[in-house]
């Protein structure tokens, strides 16, 4: 059912109290809704919309009818539109950011961060060119390569950095030509729906589209015959079951999966500056990056030095309520990611693991508030088969290890099961 406003109004000011999908140029709702949950007060958020296959349907109707034209606009017309959107999303940055606080928990400068760094991927990957390039050009043949648009593309945004990962898609999808229907986390719905509604001001009805909706609708995405191409973010285990979908209809995929990436320190850093940098790149977003650094290997003759150091920068990170002036560390997003980290703080218990981080218990930190709070732990020296080293915690845990010789230490650090 549409509503009566197409968003093409004047200025850049949206409401951030009503959430609609976006379908060929109008905000829509459905029949059903859903909600989100504050991560840092478990307070209900606004009501989003349950999209139904026949709601997609719709979104891949519009996207096959609008790409043609897309695909034939300028090229220079198209970064035009991307950076008037990149824009205008740095004129509401202050509206963004304190919706991804509600909704994801962040600590607020790192928000304001993420749509900043948003509206740079936009402008950014608006700037590339696409070159013809002559292969081969002779008597008997002329070879030529060029860059093509696919026709109707989906995104399947995650809910660690639901705006700036959503703008990573958006930009590569629209200035190539295609038209895209972008998919939020039902766990962080909310800044991807206002992207969506903010979009129609630039560009044509069914260009870009977004959906919201819960763990129906990605099964439905991958294997609409009327999609051509997914660009998927999130975890390992939905990343193969993406690929398996898409594999039916020959669509065209790209996976951004997780990881449990190690850093090496050798004998010869500034233990105090490396320490401060790794603490940072691992805790940061409370350790729910995919790239974050999750093993750290020390060599042997500053191992204790630089573990101390880690524990010491630990002591400035105040855990809490992403609005809390001060706050470097804000709550796990969502209850199931909240529940897989109590379980990973069981295992090192339950193994007699060493923890070093100084702050007590490994208990979640209940006494902050009643949202998906933990403190930060780091575990001293535990084996290399231990679960917190071989699997990724995606949370503020992170594993020191002693290492003595390159090769030792290069063999463990690549010593990964097979996914």
Aim: net charge negative.
């Amino acid at each position: 059912m549409a509503i009566d406003t197409n968003g093409t109004s004047a200025g850049h000011s949206i409401s951030f109290e009503k959430f609609y999908n976006t379908v060929n140029g109008k905000l829509v709702t459905t029949a059903k809704s859903i909600h989100g949950v504050n991560p840092s007060t478990l307070e209900t958020l606004p009501d989003v919309p349950l999209s139904t296959e026949e709601d997609l349907n719709a979104a891949v109707t519009a996207a096959r009818n609008a790409a043609p034209g897309w695909a034939e606009t300028p090229l220079e017309e198209r970064q035009k539109a991307v950076i008037s959107f990149a824009d205008a999303l740095e004129a509401l940055k202050s509206s963004f950011a304190d919706m991804l606080v509600q909704e994801n928990g962040k600590p607020l400068p790192v928000a304001q961060g993420e749509v900043a760094n948003g509206a740079h991927w936009l402008r950014t990957q608006a700037g590339l060119s696409f070159p013809e390039e002559v292969v081969e050009d002779t008597d008997d043949r002329v070879i030529v390569t060029r860059y093509s648009p696919l026709g109707v593309a989906a995104a399947i945004v995650p809910w660690n950095f639901p705006l700036m990962l959503a703008c990573g898609k958006i930009a590569p999808a629209l200035i190539t030509g295609n038209a895209l229907i972008m998919k939020p986390s039902p766990f962080t719905p909310y800044c991807g729906l206002k992207l969506g509604e903010l979009a129609q001001r630039f560009f044509p009805p069914g260009v870009f589209q977004v959906l919201s909706g819960d763990d129906n609708l990605g099964p439905w995405i991958t294997g609409h015959p009327g999609i051509d191409k997914i660009s998927f973010t999130g975890s390992t285990a939905t990343g193969k079951r993406v690929m398996e979908s898409c594999s039916k209809t020959l669509k065209r995929v790209t996976l951004e999966l997780g990881g449990n990436d190690p850093a090496i320190v050798c004998e010869d850093v500034d233990v105090q500056d490396a320490a401060q940098k790794i603490t940072q790149l691992a805790f940061l977003n409370s350790g729910q990056i995919c790239v974050a650094i999750k093993r750290v290997y020390v060599h042997s003759s500053i191992y204790s030095e630089f573990l101390n150091q880690i524990v010491a920068c630990l002591k400035h990170y105040l855990v809490g309520d992403g609005k809390q002036e001060g706050v470097g560390l804000g709550p796990i997003q969502n209850s199931l990611q909240y529940n897989r980290v109590k379980a990973f703080l069981q295992e090192i218990e339950r193994a007699g693991l060493k923890v070093a981080t100084g702050q007590g218990s490994l208990a979640p930190a209940a006494d902050i508030g009643k949202g998906y709070f933990v403190r930060p732990v780091v575990v001293d020296n535990p084996p290399d088969t231990s679960h917190v080293v071989v699997d990724e915690p995606f949370a503020p845990i992170l594993p020191l290890l002693r290492w003595d010789t390159d090769d030792e230490v290069i063999r463990r650090a690549n010593n990964r099961p097979w996914v």
